[in-house]
């Protein structure tokens, strides 16, 4: 357990916003620290990314102050539950004492997504695998659809629960994307438009605009201020590639490094988590996490899954906003797993309010199952 | 036989110069260290032993398995055409590589099928190795 704490969390604007995105890195930093009761004086750290090559320099020049540290690690969406565990360790080292992780996109307003990902002609998947063809990152998630089905025997239908239930979720949060849109069956999921199969367009996460901020603090600052404090129990992180190639089995990720690092900080095991935010940039992303953070074993997540569980009023409350599926995805979702987390543990959020949550766990992944990372936070008590 | 065209290939760099140039005599090799580890793409070290200098490479037998693959139905780049497999086999010599199949039917792919190297020319005078069928017969059942 680290003496840090979260005090302050929110959402910039989402969906179809027409908006820049350093508008929008200004819309979450501002409404974090107004929601924590910190103003931007407070501020002395600044971890970003996704703005520009200087990101984290970026947003300081623009917000017009001179961080005593800041973080601009470029590890897809699993990015800010790194923040976490490095501005926590700044908080504690003495080097920072507010630190504000922050992520704004607005990829659908600009129309910037690619399918096929970012060409970087000096790297060696340049020359051995774009030349294929594959969509990025989403050809090496269905080849682990493809894998994982085919080796346990299970049908897309059975990994559609994923989709079904973030929609449930999302009918919840009237700032999700698709609040209000209708609830998912089976054949919504596997009937819908194939991009790179097993996996189809209801696979996989939403296009967005969106993004959010939290604020960090020590424990002992964050008693005087305007929210009940959250306390960063435990993190972990793994990496593992950027190849399509490199690891032998696509069904086995970094997670299981990750959470239990994060676990064994945090000093709980995977039974005390009340509520989960997991990444969802596709269904399989969600099958795989939860079996490498110890929810179930390797090839029975389908299983954990069915029956309602991870719906709403299910035993393991999951993607509580309505996840990166339905709710909300600026590309780099990891921030707002965070933001997620934090409003369950204050019992902040509403209609989807998962009763009496104490303990939540956010983790992130990043690329194609290449960067994984774990925050265990807790209500502080 | 032309089946596909592939995206840009950047040039080589001295590291994997010499995977490149058996391209053109359409020979595929993997990289392999002295201390028995092989691996693909060629690095400037070993991954299994860090040694920078007792890297080679080898020729490779020209076949593999699938490993996992993806039918691609929606295109990455203008006047691509869909669907086309995308896949992961596996070498007897060890690595794995991200290739295309070809030659059959894209729903008629299982994880598992035996495949043989193909070649796709380029116009600089290299080669981009591809797998089609080992046995072309498999590929007749329903897909």
């Known amino acids: 357990m680290s003496g840090v704490a979260i005090v302050g969390a929110a959402e910039c604007d989402l969906g179809v916003t027409g908006r820049s995105i350093l508008g929008l890195q200004t819309q979450a930093i501002t409404r974090a620290l107004a929601d924590a009761g910190l103003t931007l004086a407070d501020v002395d750290g600044i971890a970003t990314t996704g703005v520009s090559r200087f990101s984290a320099t970026q947003v300081a020049d623009y917000l017009g102050i001179e961080p005593t540290w800041t973080d601009s690690t470029f590890a897809g969406g699993s990015a800010f539950e790194m923040f976490v565990a490095r501005a926590a360790q700044a908080i504690e080292a003495r080097q920072a004492s507010v630190v504000v992780i922050s992520f704004a996109s607005n990829q659908r307003s600009a129309a910037s997504r690619r399918l096929g990902g970012v060409f970087e002609p000096w790297v060696p998947e340049a020359q051995f695998e774009e030349p294929y063809d594959p969509l990025y990152p989403l050809s090496y998630y269905a080849m682990a659809a493809q894998t994982y089905l085919h080796r346990y025997g299970r049908t897309h239908a059975e990994l559609a629960e994923v989709a079904i239930a973030a929609r449930e979720w999302a009918l919840l949060n009237p700032a999700a994307f698709r609040y209000g849109k209708g609830s998912l069956s089976v054949d919504d999921v596997v009937g819908a438009t194939p991009i790179s199969t097993p996996l189809t367009a209801a696979d996989c996460c939403l296009v967005t605009d969106g993004g959010g901020a939290v604020v960090l603090t020590s424990a002992e600052r964050a008693r005087d201020l305007a929210k009940a404090p959250v306390s960063v129990l435990g993190y972990g992180e793994r990496t593992t590639n950027t190849s399509f190639a490199s690891v032998d089995d696509p069904t086995v990720t970094g997670a299981v490094g990750s959470a239990a690092d994060a676990f064994e900080r945090a000093g709980i095991t995977v039974d005390d988590i009340d509520v989960a935010q997991v990444y969802d940039s596709f269904t399989i992303t969600v099958a795989l996490t939860l079996e490498a953070l110890g929810f179930c074993k390797p090839g029975e997540a389908l299983d954990l899954v069915a029956g309602g569980t991870i719906r709403p009023g299910g035993s393991l409350p999951l993607n509580t906003s309505g996840g990166g599926l339905s709710y909300c995805h600026p590309g780099q979702f990891g921030v707002l797993l965070l933001v997620e987390a934090v409003r369950q543990l204050r019992g902040e959020a509403g209609d989807r309010q998962v009763p009496g949550a104490e303990v939540a766990v956010a983790h992130g992944t990043g690329g194609i199952l290449s960067t994984h990372a774990t925050v265990v936070l807790g209500r502080a008590r | ?143």
């Open chain 2, 1 to 143: 036989m032309s089946t596909f065209t592939p995206g840009p290939v950047p040039p080589a760099d001295e590291v994997t110069a010499g995977w490149w140039e058996a391209t053109g005599e359409h020979r595929l090799t993997v990289q392999a260290c002295g201390c028995g580890h092989a691996q693909h793409p060629p690095r400037a070290l070993c991954t299994a032993c860090g040694a920078t200098d007792r890297l080679d490479l080898a020729p490779a037998a020209g076949v593999a398995v699938v490993d996992t693959f993806t039918v691609v139905h929606r295109a990455p780049r203008p006047d691509l055409p869909t669907p086309y497999v995308v896949a992961r086999v596996r070498l007897p010599e060890g690595p794995v590589l991200l290739t295309r199949l070809e030659g059959a039917d894209p729903g008629s792919w299982r994880i598992g099928d035996p495949v043989a190297v193909a070649w796709q020319d380029l116009d600089d005078g290299r080669a981009l190795p591809y797998f089609v069928p080992t046995t072309p017969d498999q590929h007749t059942r329903e897909a």
